[in-house]
Structures are given as C-alpha cells and as structure tokens.
C-alpha cells in the first residue's frame, strides 16, 4: 500500500501538465457542413480532449482501425459532450456516427508524429476520406 501511494504521488505532478482541448461539432462553418472544429489537433500523451455539442444531433466517436497502439475506443451519445484522455501516441481518427458517410470527421496526432495519408483506415467512406485528405492537405501547408 505504500509503494502505491508513492507512486501515485510521483504520477500527480504529471497529471497537473495534461491540458484540456476542446472541439465544437457543428451543423456548420467556413470549411462546409458537417465539421469538427478544430478538424486536426495536435496534442501530448495524456492530454484531454472535450467534444462540445455546439449544434445538435452531434456525437464523437473513434474510427476503427483509426486508434493507435492499445487505444481504447470511445463513443459519446448525441447531443452530450464527452471528455476523453489520450495517452497512446500516433494518429486517432474520430467521426460523428450519424454523419460519418457525409464526412463529419477528424484527426487527432498525438505526440510529435503528424499524419499521413498512410494513417487513414481503408474503409472510409468516400466523404470521410475526401474530408480527411483535405485535412491532411491543411496540415501540412501549416494551415
């Protein structure tokens, strides 16, 4: 029991350096119908992300294939935010469930990897990967 809670005690101050993100789902915006805004975020291994219900009949929900290393798969209910913890690095693909064949999708680097199209899962549905090119597209042109 005490080598427990000094090991906890060790891993507290790391916890105080994981920031939280946050990601509006929206009906729409500049780049279209149908975006996560940001669509590509870049963040650290145990840093948090916050899906916010900024427009209704929303969720946000890992893409299979798209969850690097021992990644666990998370789907949030529509209409309700959901804040998640990511801490394998590589590339995490997230969607909207009812809008995913419309392309309502996004890219998540986690750590210092950025994506490529060798990241995306094959099964994509024609939208969701011609959104997902146009992300990459964005990121590398620093956009």
């Not at 789902?25 to 916010?52: A, C, H, T, W």
């Not at 219900?53 to 893409?63: D, E, K, L, V, Y």
């Not at 666990?72 to 209910?77: L, N």
């Amino acid at each position: 029991m005490l080598i427990r809670a000094a090991v906890l005690s060790c891993l507290l101050p790391l916890a105080a350096y994981a920031e939280t993100h946050e990601v509006r789902m929206l009906n729409r915006n500049d780049s279209g119908p149908m975006p996560f805004e940001p669509d590509y975020l870049v963040i650290q291994p145990g840093d948090r992300v916050k899906f916010i219900a900024a427009s209704p009949g929303h969720n946000a929900a890992t893409i299979a294939g798209m969850i690097p290393g021992d990644g666990e798969k998370f789907v949030g209910k529509i209409d309700e935010e959901i804040e998640v913890t990511l801490s394998d690095e590589g590339i995490w693909g997230i969607k909207c469930s009812p809008h995913y064949t419309m392309g309502m999708v996004m890219l998540i680097q986690v750590g210092n990897t950025p994506a490529t199209e060798a990241d995306l899962a094959e099964d994509l549905p024609p939208a969701a990967r011609k959104r997902m090119l146009e992300i990459l597209a964005r990121s590398a042109a620093g956009d």
